[in-house]
């Protein structure tokens, strides 16, 4: 590995290096050393580019956890973005860390944004609908039933069995003669439980639907998609649920 003796004279230092390891023919990588931002991180990209304008050939390496893991953000976007830089570079090489909290799944986010960036550039095109299991915090889409669509679902209902929707704004509960709405699972649990209409909800009823409207709150909270009985996406952490208000339809009718 060459890296300069000083970022702030890379050349001098990293070409003489580079010169003596090419005159030994001996293999190297060149890193210009990446730096964490307000650090000289905008300055360290630009030698990036220059390293590679210098070394047409050679290969390059770049430590991206000096940003990752320097940086109170999410890793995704932000590993996304410098293996875009590095595809567009042609750097092959990149060196990653994942021990602070929020970077604990750098080498999974790498592995998928490298093939995703690797396919943009090869095809000219944006990174955009391509690979959605890196977008994690919030969803590719989140259209919501309106408010009027779901009074009207509400209105049609005739069994006791709960459906739970958000129309973006709050949260619905609906069941025959009843249709709760509000962002506070807590108040609609209570509004229910006053109502003659709740006689059906036994302790494990009332623990899922407990369960099920805190998803749909997190849902409101982030604007995600929300759908019964289905878990919510987290991209590459998302955990498969079973269907549990099916199994227990199911369960009854037996």
């Not at 249709?179 to 509004?191: A, R, V």
């Not at 229910?192 to 059906?200: T, V």
């Not at 208000?245 to 199911?250: C, D, F, M, S």
Request: aromatic share 6%; glycine share 4%.
């Amino acid at each position: 590995m060459a890296i300069p003796d000083d970022p702030a004279d890379f050349q001098t230092s990293m070409v003489q290096t580079a010169a003596f390891l090419s005159e030994n023919r001996i293999p190297f990588r060149l890193d210009p050393i990446l730096e964490p931002i307000g650090c000289g991180f905008a300055n360290s990209l630009g030698r990036y580019l220059q390293t590679r304008a210098l070394f047409p050939e050679a290969a390059i390496m770049m430590g991206i956890g000096n940003i990752t893991e320097l940086t109170d953000a999410d890793s995704a976007a932000i590993n996304t973005l410098l293996l875009g830089f590095c595809a567009e570079l042609e750097i092959h090489s990149v060196l990653t860390t994942q021990v602070i909290s929020w970077a604990q799944s750098s080498v999974k986010e790498c592995d998928l944004a490298r093939r995703l960036v690797e396919y943009s550039v090869r095809h000219g095109v944006p990174p955009k609908h391509l690979e959605e299991r890196l977008v994690m915090l919030r969803d590719t889409s989140s259209i919501h039933p309106s408010p009027s669509t779901l009074i009207a679902l509400a209105e049609q209902i005739k069994d006791n069995n709960y459906r739970i929707a958000i129309d973006g704004q709050n949260i619905h509960l609906m069941s025959a003669n009843v249709h709760l709405q509000g962002t506070d699972p807590f108040e609609i649990m209570q509004e229910l439980l006053k109502l003659p209409e709740s006689r059906n909800v036994d302790p494990s009823h009332a623990f899922y639907l407990g369960f099920e409207l805190s998803k749909a709150l997190t849902a409101l909270t982030l604007n995600k998609r929300y759908e019964q009985d289905e878990s919510l996406r987290w991209g590459i952490h998302t955990r498969p649920e079973k269907h549990h208000r099916l199994a227990r339809k199911k369960a009854k009718d037996e």
